[in-house]
């Protein structure tokens, strides 16, 4: 069954007939104004979340929201303009909105629809990965799986001694979209998560973590039993932790903690930080910024996948393709109008990347997370990041740190109240080692990361 069918009874109250219609009325209208070019996207999105503390219930929030954006082009002059209203006169005043603001904008050069060549095919948009998995849940099913699962984090030791909740969420939407090139193409999507945040011990030596798990489809999350003990043995792993004094050692980041690591890379690598000079790899295309053993793949087509789409938000076809070879840019992460500013063409990134993965040619089957920690030898594993300290100008990066700290390749005791620092491209180029305890948080997949060396502010 394709995605988009049946959309009335699963929970949504527009059908894709509705939506395209709407779509092709607003790109009507903006046409009857005068319109050299405009694009449009309607939208709907539905779900329940539900939270519950030390077995009693929180709150039960329902959601429904809905939206159509317009944008209109005035040859080089761009509007935008949106409203949660479907009605026949909101819509002409949304597009008048639009182009009223378009009329009163400065002409820019990079402005403009993707080029026709560049958008996804009827094939390409057609193509079905699988994203749409509605969770037929009510409120009372989805308060005992948080129970369950907060209930689990007690369970697993007397010292767990507070929570600060547990919460399950199930979430739907599907869109629309269109502009006057002839791209049309939409589809629904899923997602829906269980988590929970358990506090151990007393006083001043509490200790706080947390843990969820997070699919499209409700079938493949972790059962809540699972969950809730994972999160009540990270806070238990914390418990008596202490400073330790100021040193530059190996770091060895948890495979959660390292995706940021992948984050910052993108971050750099994209194309609005790159046009307007604010990023440390511009021109950084075909220069090698991470070790020979490295490499970066971007798949957009893996079914299921968080970060999976057939287009990106201008309608451009995503591909799967190296990013990192070797350790040497392949390519930015760009959209039309990034693009232009570069003198370059768009890689079909408008809206983010899609499902990457770090990965390096070293990494063995069996190097675990255990492994690794033998082969960070004296040093730090970093388990959470506090505060965004990182300057994507110049790559400074300096972020408050928790985790353990580790001699002869064994956990000492868990560490608190550090800072750890260093230079982003620095660090990209210091890669040791990837585990091979692969961990995907959001689109981002990538297992431990193993650092020569980082300074650590401590006592």
């Not at 395209?20 to 979340?49: N, P, R």
């Not at 193509?127 to 009372?140: C, E, K, M």
């Not at 511009?282 to 220069?287: R, Y």
Request: glycine share 12%.
């Amino acid at each position: 069954m394709h995605p988009h069918q049946q959309t009335t009874d699963r929970g949504f109250a527009y059908s894709l007939p509705q939506f395209q219609q709407i779509v092709e009325d607003v790109l009507g209208m903006a046409a009857k104004l005068g319109a050299t070019d405009a694009g449009a996207e309607v939208s709907e999105g539905t779900g329940l979340s539900v939270s519950v503390r030390k077995g009693d219930l929180e709150n039960v929030e329902r959601n429904r929201d809905k939206s159509l954006g317009i944008s209109v082009y005035l040859g080089q002059r761009r509007g935008n303009a949106s409203t949660s209203d479907f009605s026949r006169a909101a819509m002409e005043q949304t597009v008048r909105a639009a182009w009223d603001i378009a009329r009163f904008t400065a002409e820019d050069p990079a402005a403009g629809l993707p080029d026709g060549a560049d958008l996804a095919t009827s094939q390409e948009v057609a193509r079905d990965l699988d994203l749409f998995h509605p969770w037929q849940i009510d409120a009372a099913q989805a308060a005992e799986l948080a129970r369950r699962c907060e209930q689990a984090a007690f369970g697993t030791d007397r010292r767990i001694t507070n929570s600060e909740g547990a919460g399950v969420s199930a979430q739907q939407s599907h869109f629309w979209a269109g502009n006057s090139r002839g791209f049309r193409g939409g589809y629904a999507s899923s997602r829906h998560s269980i988590s929970v945040a358990p506090i151990a011990g007393r006083g001043k030596g509490m200790q706080r973590d947390a843990w969820y798990s997070s699919m499209r489809d409700a079938a493949d999350l972790a059962a809540p039993e699972v969950v809730g003990r994972y999160a009540a043995e990270r806070a238990l792993a914390r418990l008596n932790s202490t400073r330790v004094s100021t040193c530059e050692v190996p770091v060895l980041f948890e495979a959660p903690a390292a995706a940021g690591l992948l984050g910052a890379l993108v971050q750099a690598l994209s194309g609005g930080a790159l046009y307007r000079k604010a990023s440390f790899l511009v021109d950084s295309l075909g220069q090698q910024v991470l070790p020979l053993h490295a490499d970066v793949a971007e798949d957009p087509f893996v079914h299921k996948g968080k970060g999976s789409a057939p287009f990106d938000d201008e309608g451009v076809r995503t591909r799967a393709r190296s990013v990192i070879t070797g350790g040497v840019v392949q390519g930015y992460f760009l959209s039309s109008y990034s693009a232009r500013k570069l003198g370059m063409r768009t890689t079909g990134h408008a809206g983010g990347s899609q499902n990457l993965s770090l990965v390096s040619r070293l990494t063995l089957p069996t190097d675990d997370l255990e492994s690794m920690i033998r082969r960070l030898g004296r040093g730090l594993l970093v388990t959470e990041l506090m505060g965004q300290g990182v300057n994507y100008v110049t790559g400074d990066y300096s972020r408050g740190a928790s985790g353990f700290w580790v001699e002869g390749g064994r956990i000492v005791h868990p560490v608190e109240e550090i800072t750890i620092a260093g230079n982003l491209r620095q660090m990209f180029k210091d890669i040791v080692a990837v585990g091979a305890d692969v961990y995907t948080l959001g689109a981002k997949s990538i297992g431990s990361v193993l650092l020569e060396k980082m300074k650590i502010a401590g006592a």
